[in-house]
């Protein structure tokens, strides 16, 4: 799996829209983008995944760079049920249930 | 969408005893599920591949006599703590796919066993 580089933590305000940052610059060409994300003491959730068009569904969007080195997860209007930790991974779609998950982004909303 | 079920939620045993974890996948069958192995205030580790009638394949530093993994139907992976000891306290997790909707979800995950051994 290619490496991942995201900020320890994040805040952000109730309402707002939460822009959380993923830098993997040795991505390979067959490598997708996924997000999960673990709220404390919970299994990680499926967010959203993307190979290098952006993705939008019910809960995100994911936009990724042209060069597919870094990409954005985006939570339009964040709740205080969005708190959580944040992970973004790179890894081969057959190979996908092997993730190796980093630290992550912990994001904390706030009213 | 898919469901995996971990059941128990915690557990907390005598060091020395042995514990069972199992995870299920409640409306689809899985060939293959992962078990992860989280420490407090640190990322998911994975431990083990667990093949429905073979072996698990092991990563690299998990004792596979210690930790026990039976996939024996598409539906059911268990994970035995063999001779727990308090080190072994940690969040259990396990994952599967649902192949009919992999391209949707992605991997789903339980919602983790918490072991604690005293």
């Known amino acids: 799996d290619a490496k991942t580089t995201q900020p320890t933590s994040m805040d952000c305000a109730e309402g707002r829209a939460a822009n959380l940052p993923c830098n993997h610059s040795t991505i390979s060409g067959n490598e997708y983008v996924y997000w999960y994300r673990q709220i404390h003491s919970q299994g990680p959730q499926y967010i959203i995944h993307?190979?290098?068009n952006n993705e939008t569904n019910e809960m995100a969007s994911l936009i990724i760079t042209e060069d597919r080195k870094s990409s954005t997860l985006i939570l339009p209007h964040a709740t205080l049920r969005d708190t959580a930790v944040y992970y973004c991974i790179v890894r081969v779609y057959t190979n996908a249930g092997k993730s190796t998950f980093g630290d992550g982004t912990t994001l904390t909303v706030k009213p | 969408g898919a469901v995996v079920s971990q059941h128990p939620s915690w557990v907390i045993c005598k060091s020395g005893t042995s514990v069972k974890i199992e995870c299920r996948s409640l409306?689809?069958?899985?060939?293959?599920m992962f078990w992860y192995r989280q420490f407090p205030k640190q990322s998911l580790m994975l431990m083990a591949t667990?093949?429905?009638?073979?072996?698990?394949?092991?990563e690299q530093g998990v004792e596979k006599d210690k930790f026990l993994i039976n996939h024996a139907s598409l539906t059911l992976s268990t994970l035995t703590v063999t001779s727990a000891h308090p080190e072994d306290s940690s969040f259990y997790i396990c994952?599967?796919?649902?192949?009919?909707?992999?391209?949707?979800?992605?991997?789903?995950f339980g919602s983790g066993t918490r072991l604690t051994v005293v």
């Open positions: 993307g190979l290098k």
């Open positions: 409306d689809f069958q899985a060939t293959t």
């Open positions: 667990s093949n429905e009638g073979s072996k698990a394949t092991y």
């Open positions: 994952s599967a796919r649902d192949p009919s909707q992999a391209v949707v979800y992605g991997y789903t």
